[in-house]
């Protein structure tokens, strides 16, 4: 029977939203929900979902990078891999549901199976990646690279802003460092990468729908770009003698936001840290440092809008006396979710009277990364207000139901296909 009984929809559904209100309290920022990479908070939360898989009647493992695990083993001795899952860290001050609620959610379709003893001709493994925003050491998608087999060595000499190296953190984890590719998949066993999450955006609202499925993801880069000019007195120095690092990246911000807003396809670009150096009022800051987040649906239309950004930034310094660096933190491509698994999600959502519609996400996934290794599929659930990255970011019950519905309905598709 592909479709799942409304009351157990419910009383699964309504237990995933309970237990991200008690992974949101795992937090370290006190009145807010910060829970960073290889922190104590992650460990807390990965032995607290490592709990929830091992009721649902799964066995459980973390991976050489502190991705949690949990697997419905088949009884098929050649059996597959069918993943299913997102991520469990979060940016500072966010909402309970980035990320949270997916990996949930298939830990809620695992018990089911459990509860309704299917049989699955493949393994259902459900994954909580360790690290999807790079809130803490800058670059990002950890999890999933590590994954698709694109750990970076150089990512272990990466620091936090207390100095400690990603080296250190996975000792203090009790990871072992240079252990990180252990944790690579192998295409072969794979059959796809799903991921339920939050839309984060204002699309489905707009058209009055729950779910939605995936086309593509944006592809993203992101960068951190430093101007380079002369400490000085803030009194004594004329204004025409200056070289203030801070005005010169003000000028740069208001003219990316321009640049961005006159986008041909809608790109984007973001400023969302800035530190001027050396940080005193009455200094002129000799040194500013500030992030860069832009993304576009393609390639050649990131790299129109990065294109337009360089020239901006070498116009500015020229004109200022200025130097300025630029060092690339995290690059990835936009990529496109594999067609089958489109429809089979359409095709769910139908069976389940959802018109739900296709839509492209503008935000990052660690399906990007897994896209690498295997077909990939996104559903996304519809944002209130399309707030995300925000404590006031919400889902809507009922949705949530109709989420877990047709996640049921995709895996018994996906099962009588693989028999
Ligand atoms: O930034 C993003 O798109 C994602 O939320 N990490
Ligand atoms: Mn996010
Ligand atoms: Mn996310």
Not at 81 to 99: K, Q
Not at 199 to 215: F, I, M, N, Y
């Amino acid at each position: 029977m592909e479709l799942l009984n409304n009351t157990l929809a419910a009383k699964y559904s309504e237990r995933a939203l309970s237990r991200c209100k008690i992974l949101s309290e795992i937090s370290e920022m006190e009145g807010g929900i910060l829970r960073q990479y290889l922190s104590k908070e992650h460990k807390a939360c990965n032995l607290t979902v490592s709990d929830w898989m091992t009721e649902a009647g799964m066995t459980t493992w973390q991976d050489s990078v502190g991705n949690q695990w949990g697997r419905i083993v088949s009884a098929n001795p050649n059996a597959k891999r069918l993943i299913i899952g997102s991520h469990l860290d979060t940016v500072p001050n966010a909402g309970a549901y980035d990320g949270i609620l997916g990996v949930l959610l298939a830990v809620e379709l695992a018990a089911l199976v459990t509860e309704l003893q299917i049989e699955l001709p493949f393994h259902l493994d459900v994954v909580g990646f360790c690290d999807e925003e790079g809130t803490r050491f800058a670059t990002t998608l950890i999890g999933s690279k590590a994954l698709a087999g694109e750990f970076s060595p150089d990512w272990l000499a990466l620091t936090d802003v207390n100095g400690v190296s990603m080296e250190q953190a996975m000792t203090e984890f009790g990871l072992t460092p240079n252990d990180y590719s252990s944790s690579a998949l192998k295409p072969e066993e794979l059959i796809a990468y799903w991921e339920a999450h939050i839309e984060q955006g204002p699309v489905l609202e707009s058209v009055d729908q729950a779910l939605g499925v995936v086309t593509a993801i944006a592809g993203a880069k992101r960068a951190i770009i430093s101007f380079i000019g002369h400490s000085g007195h803030a009194g004594t120095t004329p204004m025409h003698l200056r070289k203030d690092s801070l005005a010169a990246a003000a000028e740069f911000i208001v003219s990316i936001e321009q640049l961005a807003k006159n986008s041909k396809n809608g790109e984007v670009a973001t400023v969302g840290q800035i530190e001027a150096k050396p940080g005193a009022t009455n200094v002129i800051p000799g040194k500013t440092l500030m992030s860069l987040d832009i993304r576009a649906q393609n390639a050649p239309d990131l790299d129109a809008l990065l294109s337009d950004i360089r020239s901006s930034v070498e116009k500015i310094v020229e004109e200022r006396n200025l130097a300025f660096d630029w060092q690339w933190t995290h690059q990835a491509g936009a990529v496109d979710c594999d067609e089958e698994i489109q429809q089979l999600f359409k095709s769910a959502c139908v069976a389940n009277s959802e018109d739900s519609p296709f839509l492209p996400s503008g935000a990052g996934h660690d399906a990007m990364a897994i896209a690498k290794v295997c077909p990939i599929g996104m559903l996304f659930l519809r944002s209130p207000k399309g707030i995300s990255h925000h404590p006031s970011e919400s889902v809507i019950d009922g949705d949530v139901t109709k989420a877990l519905s047709v996640l049921y309905t995709a895996l018994i598709k996906q099962k009588n296909a693989s028999l």
